[in-house]
């Protein structure tokens, strides 16, 4: 089991393995109608448990993805993961962190975590909506650039949506 630990802040951040445990707190953070708003290219009906957990079952029966849960003071606060995407010349990564911990450095700090001492594969790729401003600055913070844009139909927001793509080399 990788363990990333950070303490500057006012709280300890670490990643782990996800536990069977950990997809019920993952289950309830991704009900919250804003976060789906933000991240917008989310499950079509984020209140059914049953395709949420076939989903993730999916996830972590597949062997060419990286995923580790983002602990906060020992509580689970969210995820980030790598996987393959076929249209992408490398891995992409994302990450999901719960309401309660927005505004605090944990997106950046977790990925920073997961880029440091688990991903090391480069180029590594990511996308935010482009008014996801606080993903965008995540991802920027982390040494993400912007390269392309495209859009796609977001779930979430039951439009097209434009989106920026970033790199990592």
Known sequence: MESARSNSGSYVLSLRA???SDLPVF???QLDAEAN???AFT???PT???AFM???SRILQNKSGTIRTILIDGQVAGHVFSYRDEELEGPEVSYWIGMSYWGRGVATRALAAFLLDVVKQRPLYGRA???N???LRVLEKNGFTRIGEGKGFANARNAETEEFLLRLE
């Open 18 to 20: 996800v536990a069977a």
């Open 27 to 29: 289950f309830e953070q």
């Open 37 to 39: 708003h933000m991240a």
């Open 43 to 45: 499950a079509k009906d």
């Open 48 to 50: 059914n448990k049953d």
């Open 54 to 56: 076939e989903h993730w």
């Open 129 to 131: 909506a482009k008014d």
């Open 133 to 135: 401003i606080g993903s």
